[in-house]
């Protein structure tokens, strides 16, 4: 688009200093942090410096992020693309960094305007990726910028596709999403399910054909704002094993479940149906730690405690992967988390005429494969209307006494408080705005 180019990042104040050689830990000049090829944190700032844009982004702004030079240099190598790591997870930033919501949305909607998307859908990826930064799920948010833009460039995001929607029951929506931008596809299947329930009772939509669509938890917060009952979920790639089973086959396919509640608090469950997120696996890698046994599996199917040799084999598709919630086998109930991984995939997948399994972005090509030409995820969204059960101010009243229940229920002792779920990223998300 005319009038774009690259950022002009504001560094940290103060004379630039040379990384030399005998930096701790570090080699060829390369930081302690960055002495191992990992995941340039703030992607999206090291994408701005070194993409070749026609025009110019500014983020004109007190709060314009800041970059420290040890994280320039570090992010100025060929770095491998690792996401799903929290920022306290990372060594090496020795700073800290903030910018105001506002800004960062624009900056990021502006970035993925370069890429053809209509700027109503560029404004509402961003809202979607800063929200889970603001619940504190650095995970899915800004950091997976490079995501989308690498869809968008080779061209399985598609921008400003137009949908195929069906009505086959009044209570019931068909989107195929034509490989559009995961975000957009899925706001509108939630809006479509909350004013189905409006007129049915419940309103349940299915995606097929899309991409990736963020936090799971931030559609059902549409459905909670409108005073329902909501539900979120999505399949993904494989990197989960069955139980008993040696190659990875589902992906860690969130759950999302929501209710609201009283004074702010509502219920937001948001989880993986998996025992950690591969970003867990990829924080002990750039450690150099072994992980837990029980995390996940080698190629035969064996607990494996070396997490580079598990992320190998995933990004190659050579067997083994992450176990699913519960651990290896049926000691501790892992054919649960399994169970709720494949209920995903049936909803979200099978149900929604999507990919599954395996299949689902199978872009490069697994072993015996051919390569799709999209990642043709799935997602499933429902919506419950409270007020055809009971008055919607009783039930926000019977779930406060339930969470106070269990909020003044004894502590283990060495515990103060007892959470529900969602209450967490519900204060950060606050303490996020306020700051």
Known sequence: MPGLSPVEPSFASGPRRALSGSAKGGRRGRPAACSRRRLPLHRAQRMCQSMKWGGSISMSSEHTPQISNELLLCEARTSEWLHEVRCEDCLACTFETK??????EAFVARVLQVYRLPPDDAALTAR?????????????????????????QEGYIVPGVAFDIREPAPAIGVIDAKNGVGQVVSELAMNMAVEKAKANGVGVVTVGNSNHYGIAGYYVQKAIAAGMVGMSLTNAAPLVV?????????????????????NGLDFLLDM???????????????????????????EKGYDTRN????????????????????????????????????LVDVLSGVLSGAAYGPEVDNVRGAPGSSPSNAPRVG?????????????LEEFRGRLADLFRMLKDSRKALDKSVIYVHGEKEQVRARLHEQS
């Not at 979607?128 to 833009?149: F, W």
């Not at 139980?243 to 992906?251: H, Q, R, S, V």
């Not at 067997?319 to 988390?337: A, D, N, T, V, W």
């Not at 997602?379 to 008055?391: G, K, S, V």
């Open 99 to 104: 910018v105001a919501r506002r800004d960062l």
């Open 242 to 262: 069955p139980t008993n089973g040696a190659d990875a086959m589902l992906g860690t396919n969130p759950i999302a479940l929501g209710a609201p509640g009283e």
């Open 307 to 342: 997490p580079r040799h598990v992320l190998a084999n995933l990004l190659s598709r050579a067997g083994g992967g992450i176990l699913p919630l519960g651990g290896r086998g049926e000691e501790f109930s892992g054919y649960k988390g399994y169970g709720l991984a494949l």
């Open 128 to 152: 979607v990726l800063v929200a889970a930064d603001l619940r504190g799920v650095a995970s899915h948010g800004v950091a997976r910028l490079g995501r989308y833009i690498k869809g968008l």
């Open 379 to 391: 997602h499933f969204f429902l919506a419950l209307d409270i007020a055809r059960f009971m008055p």
């Open 272 to 298: 993986a149906t998996s025992v950690v997120p591969r970003g867990k696996l990829e924080v002990y890698d750039r450690n150099r730690r072994q992980m837990p046994a029980g995390w996940a599996v080698d």
